[in-house]
């Protein structure tokens, strides 16, 4: 019997259980099912590439300086150059993948990254969200890309994946492990990978340092409906699951250009001056972690 993609899924993923488990998922799952910012859909319109995370490197100043009847079209097309940047980054960080490689995206959005790591290593992705509208669109991306055959996205909750031990050489997070307890998302994740698989992680985490969540941190959690979670919680749950990291990069002061540039143009959302204070005095990170498998 053949099951329609999404039964299939939940058969196949979760041994009958539920993909959302909580009230709070449900929350998040509800989000992202009727999320249309224009800051996420008029970048992706741009080539196909449709990002949720947000972006590193200098912007051109030319762009701000554009005439007035073309200036927003250039602000637009930059940050998307930016979070583009951002995605390959991430790439660059997961080691050698080739073509017989099934890489898993974890909180896969609409799939940008997704459609840009298959491009660049020619191997299998499989992303994951609790958006069901997230998954027909991003299905309908692959067609359009001519790549279902080697992309496709799943209803699934990443905390339980439904796929086979040891089955992946590289699973990655781009600005997903807000939504979740590092702790289980890394058993599930040490299981999935193969031994000396690589995990890269790109998620913003508040500063131990500077003690409790700052005002401007908090101000992102509730904008978002997450739960941004510190530093030190990423290397100790890391660490229970077996991972060992090779690669810890401070993206702060590469991703506040971005920042600077979405506050001055049109698709900005009002978040932007919480994310430039709380780099700014220092009390939320921009970070990159490549970290290995080897069993727990
Ligand atoms: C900020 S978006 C990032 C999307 C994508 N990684 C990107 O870079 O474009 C967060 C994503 O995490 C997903 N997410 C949140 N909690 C999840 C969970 N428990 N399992 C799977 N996906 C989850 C959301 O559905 C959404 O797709």
Excluded at 279 to 289: A, K, M, P
Aim: hydrophobic letters at 35%; glycine letters at 10%; a negative charge.
């Amino acid at each position: 019997m053949t099951l329609p993609r999404q039964d299939e899924d939940r058969a196949a993923g979760t041994a009958g259980r539920p993909v959302l488990r909580s009230a709070y998922q449900r929350s998040v799952a509800a989000y992202w099912d009727s999320e249309k910012d224009p800051v996420n859909i008029r970048l992706g319109d741009i080539d196909g590439l449709y990002h949720h995370h947000y972006g590193v490197g200098e912007y051109d100043p030319a762009v701000v300086a554009a005439p007035a009847d073309s200036r927003d079209a250039a602000i637009i097309g930059e940050l998307h150059r930016l979070e583009t940047a951002q995605a390959d980054l991430l790439l660059d960080h997961l080691g050698d993948i080739g073509p017989g490689d099934h890489l898993l995206d974890a909180g896969s959005g609409r799939g940008g990254t997704s459609f840009v790591a298959q491009a660049r290593f020619d191997c299998q992705v499989d992303g994951v969200t609790i958006s069901q509208a997230q998954v027909e669109f991003a299905n309908a991306q692959a067609r359009t890309r001519g790549v279902a055959d080697r992309v496709r996205f799943h209803y699934r909750n990443m905390l339980d994946t439904g796929f086979g031990t040891g089955s992946r050489q590289g699973i990655w997070t781009n600005e997903t492990t807000m939504y979740v307890d590092l702790y289980e998302l890394y058993r599930e994740f040490a299981r999935l990978l193969s031994y000396g698989g690589r995990y890269v992680c790109v998620t913003g985490c508040s500063n131990d340092l500077t003690g409790g969540r700052s005002r401007a941190v908090s101000e992102i959690d509730a904008r978002y409906n997450c739960n941004i979670h510190p530093r030190s919680e990423y290397f100790k749950a890391l660490a229970a699951a077996g991972f060992v990291p090779i690669n810890v990069i401070d993206l702060t002061a590469a991703t506040i250009p971005y920042w600077e540039l979405r506050a001055q143009s049109s698709v900005a959302t009002g978040i932007e001056e919480s994310f430039l204070t709380a780099y700014r005095e220092g009390s939320f990170h921009y970070l990159l972690i490549a970290a290995d498998s080897i069993g727990s």
